[in-house]
């Protein structure tokens, strides 16, 4: 979660924007696009931003220590560019990732093609959503990183993909997610320390300026809607290309996913690990016997 706060003053100086970003990325954008659409700035940069995020550091480490079996089938929920799918493959395992945005796909099979052969024949990209997927086979290993589950707009939707995961699981296998801090997402905006932050994405010394724009959360259905503003700002000051992207997260209670988690016949697996100030890790398994 792009929190202009937590990325105040830290540089990602080795990031590069893929090349097919290049191609594309000269125009200006007024309108509001939705989060992680075509052409959009929060999918061109959303590896940086990932980068900074307490929850994906070390996070395929966190994953891979809960498998049983080498080589396992994992399926990732939500896999946008392909950052966790990739990383866990590395180790020798299969790895499934769906996500309703093209772009993103797009992104995770760009940065897959230039693994060698071995490496990326494990890794498969395809158009899904994780409230209706469906595979004809099992995992040992389910995941939804980086706050996928936030990105959901209601219990329903919520309680539909465990039902789903717990579906696609083998007895005994895993299910494990990231999930936002739900006071951070509940903050109104006045409080925050700071809602601009500044990133340097390249040696050159180009900067990603980043400025949350609004955010309003409504009680009702617990949905928090954010405008942030992208800016890149070349190493003159010179400002190229702007965005205005909305990302809409809900806020989930840990009680929340425990209840639903034991309606779809999963059982909890240790208790939560903080990551950070924005979110934490809870792992759950098939209750079914191995
Ligand atoms: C913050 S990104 C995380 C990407 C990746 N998992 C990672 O850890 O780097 C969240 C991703 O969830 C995807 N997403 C949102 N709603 C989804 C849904 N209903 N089904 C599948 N993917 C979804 C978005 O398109 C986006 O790529």
């Avoid at 990325?25 to 900074?52: K, N, R, T």
């Avoid at 080498?70 to 590395?90: H, N, T, V």
């Avoid at 980086?146 to 696609?168: C, G, I, M, Q, R």
Wanted: proline fraction near 4%; aromatic fraction near 8%; glycine fraction near 6%.
């Amino acid at each position: 979660m792009p929190a202009a706060d937590n990325l105040k003053g830290q540089t990602a100086h080795r990031w590069k924007i893929p090349s097919l970003y290049l191609v594309r990325g000269a125009h200006l954008v007024e309108d509001i696009l939705p989060y992680y659409a075509e052409d959009s700035l929060s999918a061109m940069f959303h590896d940086l931003l990932a980068e900074l995020e307490p929850g994906c550091k070390g996070d395929a480490a966190f994953y891979l220590s809960l498998l049983r079996t080498s080589p396992a089938d994992i399926l990732e929920l939500g896999c946008g560019s392909g950052r966790l799918s990739l990383a866990l493959s590395k180790h020798g395992h299969n790895v499934q990732g769906i996500d309703t945005a093209e772009a993103m796909l797009r992104l995770a099979k760009f940065h897959r093609s230039r693994l060698d052969r071995g490496w990326a024949q494990r890794v498969s990209f395809t158009t899904g959503d994780m409230t209706t997927f469906s595979f004809p086979r099992k995992f040992d290993l389910i995941v939804a990183p980086y706050f996928a589950l936030n990105h959901l707009p209601s219990e329903d939707a919520v309680l539909s993909t465990f039902t789903l995961v717990a579906a696609h699981l083998v007895p005994g296998g895993y299910f494990s997610l990231h999930v936002a801090d739900t006071d951070r997402l509940s903050r109104p905006l006045e409080q925050e320390a700071a809602t601009r932050a500044t990133i340097q994405y390249d040696t050159a010394g180009s900067r990603l300026q980043l400025d949350i724009v609004e955010r309003h959360l409504d009680p009702a259905t617990k949905c928090c809607s954010l405008v942030l503003r992208y800016s890149m700002i070349s190493a003159d000051g010179a400002v190229g290309r702007t965005s205005s992207e909305r990302l809409t997260y809900r806020a989930i209670e840990e009680a929340e996913l425990d209840s639903f988690s034991a309606r779809a016949g999963l059982c909890r697996v240790g208790p939560k690990v903080q990551a950070g100030e924005t979110g934490y890790f809870l792992a759950f398994r098939n209750a079914d016997k191995a």
